[in-house]
C-alpha cells in the first residue's frame, strides 16, 4: 500500500499569515494516464471531513480561493495564503491513484 | 442538496457482525461511486470500501477484507456495509462517501459509531 506522510503534525499559525502543509507519497502517484491523483480534505472537530482539493490542485466548488494545492510526484504541499479562524482543525491528504486508498496521519492546525 | 444518512452503528461484541446502512438523497445515486471510511476514537481517517455505480466493482482496505462487505440498492438509493468476525480496532466512526463530480469522497455523511467490545 502507499504510504501518506504528512509534516508537520501541529502547526500554530497567526491569523492573516500563511500556513503550509507538506504531504508525500512512497510511490509516485502518477497514474497511468498521466493524470496525478491527491486530494485534501479539512476536518473541523466534532464535523465530518470536507474536500477541499482534489487531482492536486483543483478546488470544490465553495472552497475559497485562499486554498491552494501543488505539487507532483511524490511530493505535494496544500497552501493557506491568509489563515482565518475558521480554517482551524485538521487536514489530510489522500492518494487515489492505488486501490487501497491511503491517507496521511493528518496535520493539526490551531491559531497562536 | 446532497444528503447521506448513515445509521446501523451500535455496541457489539468481538466477533459479532453489524451492517450499517446509508441513505442517499437529492442526487442520482445510480450515478456515482460510493465509499465506506472510518475514523478510530481521536485518530485519523481510513479508507474502508468502495463500490462502483452499478455494483460490479468492489475494492477494500487489507484490514477488512474477507470480513467486510459493501454493497448497494440503487433501487432504494442505498449504501451498506456488512461487518463480520468485528474486532476491537474496528471501533470506529463510520462515514458514507460519495464522489464529487470527479473523484472520490466529495460528499460526506455525519457517521455512525461502532463499538466493538465485550
Known amino acids: 500500500d502507499v504510504v501518506m506522510t504528512q509534516s508537520p503534525l501541529s502547526l500554530p499559525v497567526t491569523l492573516g499569515q500563511p500556513a503550509s502543509i507538506s504531504c508525500s507519497s512512497s510511490?509516485?502517484?502518477?497514474?497511468?494516464?498521466?493524470?496525478?491523483?491527491l486530494i485534501w480534505f479539512h476536518q473541523r472537530p466534532g464535523q465530518s471531513p470536507r474536500r477541499l482539493i482534489y487531482?492536486?490542485?483543483i478546488r470544490d466548488s465553495g472552497v475559497p480561493d485562499r486554498f491552494s494545492g501543488s505539487g507532483s510526484g511524490t511530493d505535494f504541499t496544500l497552501k493557506i495564503s491568509r489563515v482565518e479562524a475558521e480554517d482551524v482543525g485538521v487536514y489530510y491528504c489522500?492518494?487515489?491513484?492505488?486501490?487501497?486508498?491511503?491517507f496521511g496521519g493528518g496535520t493539526k492546525v490551531e491559531i497562536k | 442538496e446532497v444528503q447521506l444518512v448513515e445509521s446501523g452503528g451500535n455496541l457489539v461484541q468481538p466477533g459479532g457482525s453489524l451492517r450499517l446502512s446509508c441513505a442517499g438523497s437529492?442526487?442520482?445515486?445510480?450515478?456515482?461511486?460510493m465509499s465506506w471510511v472510518r475514523q478510530a476514537p481521536g485518530k485519523g481517517l481510513e479508507w474502508v470500501a468502495n463500490?462502483?455505480?452499478?455494483?460490479?466493482?468492489?475494492y477494500y482496505v487489507g484490514s477488512v477484507k474477507g470480513r467486510f462487505t459493501i454493497s448497494r440498492d440503487n433501487g432504494k438509493n442505498s449504501l451498506y456495509l456488512q461487518m463480520n468476525s468485528l474486532r476491537a480496532d474496528d471501533t470506529a466512526v463510520y462515514y458514507c462517501?460519495?464522489?464529487?463530480?470527479?473523484?472520490?469522497?466529495?460528499?460526506w455523511g455525519q457517521g455512525t459509531l461502532v463499538t466493538v467490545s465485550s
Open positions: 487531482k492536486v490542485s
Open positions: 489522500m492518494q487515489d491513484t492505488y486501490w487501497p486508498f491511503t
Open positions: 437529492g442526487f442520482t445515486f445510480s450515478s456515482y461511486w
Open positions: 463500490i462502483k455505480q452499478d455494483g460490479s466493482e468492489e
Open positions: 462517501a460519495r464522489d464529487g463530480v470527479e473523484r472520490p469522497l466529495g460528499y
Open positions: 510511490q509516485s502517484l502518477v497514474h497511468s494516464t498521466g493524470n496525478t491523483y
